[in-house]
């Protein structure tokens, strides 16, 4: 400790974190206008010196910790990791170049506000979209993990993240297809060039899947496919690889109206072949282009939207399908631990509440009971 006047008095911590009273090189100064105030102060650091709770002043900045949690994820699918990157870009955009240690409560709330509005820039350029509450939490649950992470490496003394408020979760109703519009869709697409796609998908395969299924893994003899591989758009990539959990990997029987388009579709691809020579692509997928190249995962969510149109019928997502899959299952009377097993879910607790829906026919048949 020096005193510099009268009336200021100067605490200065070396590169150590030791609390010194030389004038030697040091990491960080504080000044305090009595000198019973400084003592105090340097009672305190010691204190947090003894107990391992000292924290060193750092100029580490909020982008540069992100990025190397991000880096740190080693066992995270691409999928997953680019999701959290794409998730983190407003917090690296507006509050990237302050420093973590002092990145406050605030800050976050107001970056939340801020995206609940809209009009932050995009990677594009353009501003944002409000971003829905869901959305919102997942970032912050980032945050807060990264947070937690320079509390444990003890970099920052709270972690603020865990400090701000959730925002309340809007539930929003699923969107299926009832079994009326199901039959139509499926007389609909039956001579469509890609109606094992919307086959697989009415069977309740996510769409990385409908993309990555090989005939390697399509045993139509004995009725059964293998749901063992993926293909996934991350951003401008194609990432091919196995399901993200064990439990997704699975083995399908195969249904006589799977069965009937699968069979369609191979010899509709033997025929492209044989009409293209050399000029085709030849490629394992099941869904494919005339020329025999896979067909990217993001047309499958176009040609979709198109079919619908064409059948007439209300704009559903490309997922919804698997809603509805698991949804007429249920109302079939299959219990919910076979429909988990056939999408690939480890809990069938997450399947009765995520997945399956009552439907408006199946009320009015509620309703009949009543006599």
Known sequence: MTVDTGTRTDVRIDENGTPKTTTRRTQSRRRYSTEQEARAALAATLNSVNNGLYIHSSALTVEKTIEYWLESKHRLKPSSLHGHRTNLQPVVSELG???VQKLTKPNIESLVRNLRKGGLPSPSGRPRKPWAP??????????????????????????????????????TEMQTLSKLE?????????????????????????????????????????????????????????????????KSRRTLPISKPLDAALRVAKAQQA????????????????????????????????????????AELRHVRLHDARHTCATLMHLQGIPIAVIAAWLGHASAAFTLSVYTHSQEDALLEAASSFK
Request: no cysteine; net charge positive; proline share 5%.
């Open 182 to 246: 199901v039959d139509k869709l499926m007389k609909h697409v039956a001579r469509e060039p890609l109606s094992q796609a919307w086959q697989l998908a009415m069977h309740g395969m996510r769409r990385g899947e409908i993309a990555g299924l090989r005939w390697q893994d399509v045993d139509l003899d004995k009725g059964k496919l293998k749901v063992k591989n993926t293909r996934i758009a991350v951003g401008k990539t194609i990432v091919e690889g196995p399901p993200k959990t064990k």
């Open 271 to 310: 025929k492209e072949k044989l009409l293209l020579g050399e000029y085709y692509e030849e490629t394992a997928y099941v869904v494919r282009l005339p020329s025999g190249q896979p067909v990217h995962p993001n047309l499958l969510t176009f040609r979709w939207r198109k079919i619908l149109e064409s």
């Open 134 to 171: 869901r959305t919102v939490n997942y970032m912050l649950s980032l945050l807060t993990a990264i947070l937690q992470d320079q509390m444990a490496q003890g970099n920052v003394v709270r972690n603020v993240g865990a400090l701000v408020e959730r925002l309340a979760a809007e539930t």
């Open 97 to 99: 170049q302050i420093p």
